[in-house]
């Protein structure tokens, strides 16, 4: 087979070059060649100047496919709030899906190595049987964990169906370090209800490999077909078919077709570890995007303790699932009940605070909102949000002014989302109006009361999705009073029902 050969290829147009330049001669954009990889035609010439024909594409009939085996079913992370994202018929069923290409992106320092780790640790455990197949055996307690593992020589380890992390960014060592801090940590161990001996388990089934040349790590994934691949991070990988650095769009484009081409047909799934752009996006093409099967994004403020995993894009599952995490000493703790969470430190029967009821997915989270008027100082009064739109404070404001005859014209107004949530949802505008008014005429709504509704231009208060749903996650967490479209018809009603006009 012949050497691929290096072409640039403009991204705008398609024309095609032999070396990069900025400009692209046929469509006038800037910096759009990107380098590629072109196969030279192996086929010998015929008698008309052109190619023997290609070999005949393979069929599969569809009575063929193996839908059923086992090995080709979804599994479990052994982490909940994971599983929740990546989606699956019903909770049961949830989990990764065997030869899926999952692509977890980030800010620096957020927690994707950690995660992936978590994940690491939690296959392991539930592969190696939990406790009582990784303890030393008695005479009452089999070696079930040895006779499942087999020497290969090729790689000089025990290995049972491996965990293979291709550790571009950091050591051996380091990774170590952290698989020790999460291991030796009591409160892991009895959260998960994980023995002490995981470490053992970890020694015989995990794998590293500090190569960077995909060519190498997609030989080497083929010749010990591991559970899953764990790849940190795609922008350190390399293939010497190109001569862009590591990182480049070129690089990270081609190095992705390829750990999809070797791991699709092996059924083993993949994560790869993505950084982000200043601008917030992940780096490199957005043809990266399209070409895995799974993207999520880990979001949160690194000085907070709340951790927000979401997915962008999902061919297995829902893309409006999240997961929500909280850092903790030995790493990131999922959070199975977030309304708790939230309303933690909520105020009670303060002026400006009101509690709100939004849907991530098929999850209701109940939040706090907090607002502050004040008198203002300046000719034009400020609107200021801090996890609310700019135009949605704008448009409530005029709403009260207008119909509730509420004097917001010469005040500041500032609202907040307690706990670092950021909100888009319709659905809290009634709330956040409430919040307005209780803070401009300082009066405190009644305690155990929760406001669900959007608010229209006319003053209105429309009703929203999974308002039942809503309801009966409010009452779950011991609210009393739920004031929706059902009790009041517009926003003026509530707030004279609450004396705030």
């Known amino acids: ?51 023997s024909q290609a070999p005949v594409a ?191 769009v070129g690089q990270i484009r081609e190095v992705t077709e390829r750990i999809i081409e070797t791991v699709k047909p092996l059924h083993v799934p993949a994560f790869l570890i993505g950084h982000v752009t200043k601008e917030g996006t992940i780096a490199g093409p957005k043809v990266l995007e399209h070409m895995v099967d799974t993207v999520m994004e880990l979001s949160g403020e690194r000085t907070g303790q709340l951790r927000i995993l979401r997915t962008i894009k999902n061919r297995f599952g829902a893309t409006d699932e999240v997961g929500v995490f909280q850092v903790s000493e030995w790493g990131l703790e999922e959070v199975t009940n977030p309304s708790q969470l939230f309303l933690e430190g909520s105020t009670k029967s303060v002026p400006g605070s009101t509690t709100v009821c939004v849907m991530e997915g098929t999850r209701p989270l109940l939040l706090e909102v907090q607002a502050l008027v004040v008198d203002s100082q300046l000719a034009m009064p400020r609107r200021v949000g801090r996890g609310i739109e700019l135009s949605r404070i704008q448009v409530l404001a005029a709403v009260l002014q207008k119909h509730a005859h509420l004097p917001l014209g010469t005040t500041d107004i500032f609202l907040s989302v307690a706990g670092g949530f950021a909100v888009k949802e319709p659905a809290v505008d009634l709330g956040l109006a409430v919040a307005i008014a209780s803070s401009l005429k300082n009066k405190a709504v009644p305690e155990k009361t929760i406001f669900i509704g959007e608010v229209g231009l006319l003053g209105e208060i429309r009703k929203v999705q999974y308002l039942e749903r809503r309801i009966k996650e409010a009452k779950r967490l011991g609210f009393e009073h739920i004031i929706s479209r059902n009790t009041h018809a517009t926003v003026r009603e509530v707030v004279s029902a609450y004396k705030l006009s």
């Open 1 to 51: 087979m012949a050497k691929p050969k290096s072409i640039f290829v403009c991204q705008n147009c398609g024309q095609d070059y032999p070396r990069w330049q900025g400009r692209c001669d046929s469509c006038g954009e800037w910096n759009t060649l990107v380098e590629e990889t072109k196969a030279q035609p192996a086929g010998k010439s015929n008698s008309l100047g052109g190619h």
């Open 58 to 248: 393979e069929m599969i009939r569809f009575s063929e496919v193996d839908r059923l085996s086992a090995s080709k079913q979804r599994f479990s992370t052994g982490i909940g709030e994971v599983d929740r994202v990546l989606g699956g018929e019903e909770a049961g069923k949830q989990g990764i899906v065997p030869g899926s290409v999952m692509l977890l992106g980030g800010e620096p320092g957020i927690g994707k190595s950690t995660l992936l780790t978590q994940v690491v640790l939690q296959l392991i455990h539930s592969y190696a049987g939990g406790e009582s197949e990784v303890t030393a055996p008695t005479q009452s307690t089999p070696k079930k964990s040895q006779s499942k593992l087999q020497l290969d020589p090729k790689v000089g380890t025990t290995l049972a169906a491996p965990i293979l992390y291709v550790a571009g960014e950091e050591s051996p060592h380091q990774i170590s370090m952290r698989i020790d801090r999460i291991v030796k940590n009591e409160h892991f161990l009895l959260k998960n209800k994980i023995g002490k001996h995981l470490g053992e388990a970890v020694e015989k089934h995990l794998v590293f490999s500090t190569s960077t040349d995909i060519d190498s790590i997609c030989s080497l994934i083929r010749q010990i077909n591991p559970k899953l691949v764990i790849i940190d991070s795609i922008q350190t990988m390399t293939t010497s078919d190109l001569t862009g650095a590591s990182g480049s």
